[in-house]
Antibody, heavy 118, light 105 residues
Framework: QVQLKESGPGLVQPSQTLSLTCTVSGLSLTSNSVSWIRQPPGKGLEWMGVIWSNGGTDYNSAIKSRLSISRDTSKSQVFLKMNSLQTEDTAMYFC????????????WGQGVMVTVSS | DTVLTQSPALAVSPGERVTISCRASESVSTLMHWYQQKPGQQPKLLIYLASHLESGVPARFSGSGSGTDFTLTIDPVEADDTATYYCQQSWNDLTFGSGTKLEIK
């Protein structure tokens, strides 16, 4: 079955770079797309960006300048890198399979909590 | 960006019918999807393309709408439906509504 699992550091210092990994199973990244979505504590969901099955990327314009999404198809992994972290970047970070035609999220990881604090 | 507006919270009794609305700042055709999120869990897809019930989701859930106005209906509501419900559009980039917290009295 399809599974996604996020991993990364739980604590990041302000101004530093966040690096997260989403490891997928049950699907191939060469024919499936994956998004990163985050949720600050007690708040709503924010789509951050997507890496499409063809390797192209799209980003939320609000954070585009700080964000990079890449992948390693041989390891079935998708990576998120976001620089210049601030306390408002504290959130649960999810990866989710993204439908190419309709842009919906059918499969989600359980999420990884990231706290930005010194 | 396309902004999706949802009412913040609703409270209903078990057995009642509840409608949760989502209004888009511009037309999104029928590229609207609904998710349920319970505390401490990842969101779960309920309805896609405005009105299509996701496999395994109870038929108590239904969706309708097109253009800018969309509705998620739960009928009848059960205690287990306590959750926050999000709409999401995929017509213009990908954006979520702010969520509607549903309380079952």
């Amino acid at each position: 079955q399809v599974q996604l699992k996020e991993s990364g550091p739980g604590l990041v210092q302000p101004s530093q770079t966040l690096s997260l990994t989403c490891t997928v199973s049950g699907l191939s990244l060469t024919s499936n797309s994956v998004s990163w979505i985050r949720q600050p504590p007690g708040k709503g969901l924010e789509w951050m960006g997507v890496i499409w099955s063809n390797g192209g990327t799209d980003y939320n314009s609000a954070i585009k300048s700080r964000l990079s999404i890449s992948r390693d198809t041989s390891k079935s992994q998708v990576f998120l890198k976001m620089n210049s972290l601030q306390t408002e970047d504290t959130a649960m970070y999810f990866c989710a399979r993204t439908g190419v035609y309709y842009g919906l999220f059918r499969y989600w990881g359980q999420g990884v909590m990231v706290t930005v604090s010194s | 960006d396309t902004v999706l507006t949802q009412s913040p919270a609703l409270a209903v009794s078990p057995g009642e019918r509840v409608t949760i609305s989502c209004r888009a700042s511009e037309s999104v055709s029928t590229l609207m999807h609904w998710y349920q999120q319970k505390p401490g869990q990842q969101p779960k897809l309920l309805i896609y393309l405005a009105s299509h019930l996701e496999s395994g989701v109870p038929a108590r859930f239904s969706g309708s709408g097109s253009g800018t106005d969309f509705t998620l209906t739960i009928d009848p509501v059960e205690a287990d439906d306590t959750a926050t419900y999000y709409c999401q559009q995929s017509w213009n980039d990908l954006t979520f509504g702010s969520g509607t917290k549903l309380e079952i009295k």
